[in-house]
């Protein structure tokens, strides 16, 4: 029941998208354009910027869309109330930063026991996060990634990987490999990156959950420095 909630909300959340898409792409087709803005304030935006003529066609989708948007923090209240109440290891996922309560409590419930995985690399592989291989001759080339398992876990821990990447995402490990990643470029380097890093973060946010133990965002750093100063 309690990931009903969060899958109602994630249908509310399309559908709202679905109608701010519609509304702009009418207000395009009629020579006009709304600017960039979150989702909250794209009633007042649209009201301001679209045609007087279209008014009347747009005004009952702009109310729905400010209707759906109360819904959605509607919901956000309860999830986070859920979290709060019931499920204690929220607080422990949400030490990394990028990963809210909303991806931490889906994480919980789409898993529901940690203990189902004997190793933490193996959840990658179960959200399907993990690219196909292709074998051909002496090689072995990576394909897209299998996307089995929850699609709506995976679609949040891929944005919490974008968040990582991103310019509001703190420096940590997570962020530098993904970077390094990134940065050999190629063909969607950075969509790809966001995908890899989200496959590391589902089995850190494993580990976590399974030691209860306090995030360290340079881990591995650490490790590699006082291994350096060892070999020098």
Known sequence: MDLAVIRSRDAVVRTRTNLINHVRGMVKSFGGRISKCSAEAFCSRALEEMPEELRPTLWAVV??????????????????????????????????????????????????????????????????LRPRLKQSGQSDRQLRITKAGDKLLRRLLV????????????????????LALAARGG???????????ARKL????????????????FRVAHQEAVMGNLNG
């Open 63 to 128: 109310k729905t869309i400010a209707d759906l948007s109360r819904q959605i923090r509607n919901y956000d209240k309860q999830i986070e109330a859920m979290a709060e109440q019931r499920y204690p290891e929220v607080k422990i996922l949400r030490q990394i930063s990028g990963v809210g309560v909303l991806t931490a409590l889906t994480y919980v419930l789409v898993l529901e026991d940690p203990h189902r995985f004997k190793k933490s690399r193996s959840v990658g592989a179960y959200l399907g």
């Open 159 to 178: 944005g919490s990987g974008q968040y990582i990447l991103g310019p509001l995402g703190p420096d940590c490990d997570l962020r530098r490999w993904g």
């Open 187 to 197: 063909k969607n380097a950075k969509k790809r990156a966001a995908v890899a890093v």
């Open 202 to 217: 589902s089995v850190l946010l494993h580990r976590l959950w399974m030691t209860g133990e306090e995030y360290e965002p």
